[in-house]
Protein backbone atom coordinates (compact mmCIF):
# COMPACT_ATOMS: atom_id res chain seq x y z
CA UNK A 1 0.00 0.00 0.00
CA UNK A 2 1.31 3.39 -1.07
CA UNK A 3 0.17 6.31 0.86
CA UNK A 4 0.63 9.43 -1.24
CA UNK A 5 1.33 7.96 -4.98
CA UNK A 6 0.92 9.82 -8.05
CA UNK A 7 -0.27 6.30 -9.85
CA UNK A 8 -3.56 6.80 -11.42
CA UNK A 9 -3.92 2.93 -11.93
CA UNK A 10 -3.48 1.82 -8.07
CA UNK A 11 -6.80 2.81 -6.96
CA UNK A 12 -7.21 2.46 -3.30
CA UNK A 13 -9.98 1.71 -1.62
CA UNK A 14 -11.82 3.21 1.97
CA UNK A 15 -8.69 2.92 4.50
CA UNK A 16 -10.37 0.27 6.74
CA UNK A 17 -7.74 0.47 9.80
CA UNK A 18 -9.08 1.79 13.26
CA UNK A 19 -7.32 4.81 14.66
CA UNK A 20 -6.00 4.07 17.77
CA UNK A 21 -4.33 7.68 19.00
CA UNK A 22 -7.94 9.41 20.03
CA UNK A 23 -8.42 6.05 21.86
CA UNK A 24 -5.22 6.15 23.43
CA UNK A 25 -5.59 10.14 24.27
CA UNK A 26 -8.63 9.21 26.19
CA UNK A 27 -7.11 6.25 28.14
CA UNK A 28 -4.43 8.90 29.31
CA UNK A 29 -6.38 11.51 30.12
CA UNK A 30 -8.33 8.76 32.83
CA UNK A 31 -5.19 7.37 34.33
CA UNK A 32 -4.21 10.99 34.92
CA UNK A 33 -7.68 12.06 36.33
CA UNK A 34 -7.69 9.02 38.73
CA UNK A 35 -3.80 9.06 39.40
CA UNK A 36 -5.03 12.73 41.10
CA UNK A 37 -8.01 11.69 42.36
CA UNK A 38 -7.65 8.30 44.11
CA UNK A 39 -5.56 9.96 46.99
CA UNK A 40 -8.77 12.64 48.03
CA UNK A 41 -11.08 9.21 47.86
CA UNK A 42 -9.52 7.93 50.94
CA UNK A 43 -10.93 8.49 54.78
CA UNK A 44 -8.74 7.60 57.34
CA UNK A 45 -10.15 7.14 60.47
CA UNK A 46 -8.01 6.67 63.74
CA UNK A 47 -8.46 3.73 65.90
CA UNK A 48 -6.61 3.20 69.41
CA UNK A 49 -5.70 -0.53 68.87
CA UNK A 50 -4.86 -2.45 71.45
CA UNK A 51 -0.69 -3.60 72.47
CA UNK A 52 0.17 -7.07 71.40
CA UNK A 53 1.88 -9.21 74.12
CA UNK A 54 4.17 -11.96 73.64
CA UNK A 55 4.46 -12.98 76.68
CA UNK A 56 3.39 -16.42 77.17
CA UNK A 57 -0.32 -17.39 79.14
CA UNK A 58 1.12 -18.89 82.42
CA UNK A 59 -1.65 -20.17 84.10
CA UNK A 60 -4.71 -21.44 81.94
CA UNK A 61 -8.02 -20.43 84.01
CA UNK A 62 -10.48 -23.71 84.26
CA UNK A 63 -13.39 -23.97 82.74
CA UNK A 64 -17.29 -24.44 84.35
CA UNK A 65 -19.58 -26.93 82.23
CA UNK A 66 -22.74 -25.80 82.91
CA UNK A 67 -25.46 -28.18 81.29
CA UNK A 68 -29.53 -27.23 80.77
CA UNK A 69 -31.47 -30.19 79.51
CA UNK A 70 -34.57 -29.65 77.84
CA UNK A 71 -36.50 -29.78 80.82
CA UNK A 72 -34.66 -27.14 82.61
CA UNK A 73 -32.47 -29.22 85.12
CA UNK A 74 -29.07 -27.48 85.48
CA UNK A 75 -26.02 -29.00 86.26
CA UNK A 76 -22.49 -27.68 87.06
CA UNK A 77 -19.39 -30.07 85.77
CA UNK A 78 -21.85 -32.93 85.78
CA UNK A 79 -23.34 -32.35 89.08
CA UNK A 80 -27.14 -31.85 89.43
CA UNK A 81 -28.10 -28.43 90.64
CA UNK A 82 -30.99 -26.62 91.98
CA UNK A 83 -31.90 -23.04 90.73
CA UNK A 84 -31.32 -21.35 94.17
CA UNK A 85 -27.98 -22.83 94.46
CA UNK A 86 -27.04 -20.77 91.13
CA UNK A 87 -26.12 -17.24 92.22
CA UNK A 88 -23.84 -18.59 95.04
CA UNK A 89 -21.78 -20.61 92.87
CA UNK A 90 -21.52 -18.01 90.37
CA UNK A 91 -20.31 -15.59 93.07
CA UNK A 92 -18.30 -17.63 94.56
CA UNK A 93 -16.70 -18.48 90.68
CA UNK A 94 -16.17 -14.86 89.97
CA UNK A 95 -14.21 -14.25 92.82
CA UNK A 96 -12.27 -17.09 91.73
CA UNK A 97 -8.18 -15.36 89.97
CA UNK A 98 -7.84 -15.91 87.18
CA UNK A 99 -11.70 -16.08 86.60
CA UNK A 100 -13.04 -19.19 85.03
CA UNK A 101 -14.64 -19.69 81.47
CA UNK A 102 -18.43 -20.10 81.73
CA UNK A 103 -19.10 -22.97 79.27
CA UNK A 104 -22.83 -22.92 78.64
CA UNK A 105 -24.20 -26.76 77.02
CA UNK A 106 -28.04 -26.19 76.30
CA UNK A 107 -30.23 -29.11 74.36
CA UNK A 108 -31.52 -28.06 71.53
CA UNK A 109 -35.24 -27.74 72.39
CA UNK A 110 -34.07 -26.33 75.96
CA UNK A 111 -36.41 -22.98 76.53
CA UNK A 112 -34.41 -19.88 75.79
CA UNK A 113 -36.13 -18.15 79.05
CA UNK A 114 -33.83 -21.09 80.98
CA UNK A 115 -30.75 -19.94 79.39
CA UNK A 116 -31.63 -16.15 79.65
CA UNK A 117 -32.02 -16.28 83.08
CA UNK A 118 -28.59 -18.23 84.00
CA UNK A 119 -26.92 -15.62 81.38
CA UNK A 120 -28.26 -12.63 83.79
CA UNK A 121 -27.07 -14.21 87.02
CA UNK A 122 -23.83 -15.36 85.79
CA UNK A 123 -23.43 -11.88 84.73
CA UNK A 124 -24.90 -10.24 87.81
CA UNK A 125 -22.37 -12.23 89.96
CA UNK A 126 -19.33 -11.01 87.57
CA UNK A 127 -18.16 -13.63 85.35
CA UNK A 128 -17.14 -12.07 82.35
CA UNK A 129 -15.48 -15.30 80.01
CA UNK A 130 -19.11 -16.70 79.37
CA UNK A 131 -19.34 -18.71 76.20
CA UNK A 132 -22.04 -21.43 74.20
CA UNK A 133 -20.29 -24.93 73.63
CA UNK A 134 -22.32 -26.21 70.26
CA UNK A 135 -21.99 -30.09 68.75
CA UNK A 136 -22.20 -29.89 65.08
CA UNK A 137 -21.77 -33.44 64.58
CA UNK A 138 -24.75 -33.60 66.67
CA UNK A 139 -26.84 -31.55 64.28
CA UNK A 140 -25.62 -33.32 61.21
CA UNK A 141 -27.01 -36.83 62.98
CA UNK A 142 -30.06 -35.55 63.61
CA UNK A 143 -30.67 -34.52 59.53
CA UNK A 144 -29.51 -37.89 58.66
CA UNK A 145 -25.97 -36.21 56.29
Not at 25 to 34: E, G, N, Q, R
Not at 52 to 60: V, Y
Not at 106 to 134: M, N, P, S
Request: net charge negative; glycine share 6%.
Amino acid sequence: MTIGSFDQRCRQGPMADINVVPLVDVMLVLLVVFIITAPLLTNAVRIDLPKADSSPNIGKAEHIEFGIRENGALFWNGEPLRPDQLAPRFAAAARQQPQPELHIRADRHAEYDHVAKTLALAAQAGLTRIGFVTDPAAETRSRGE
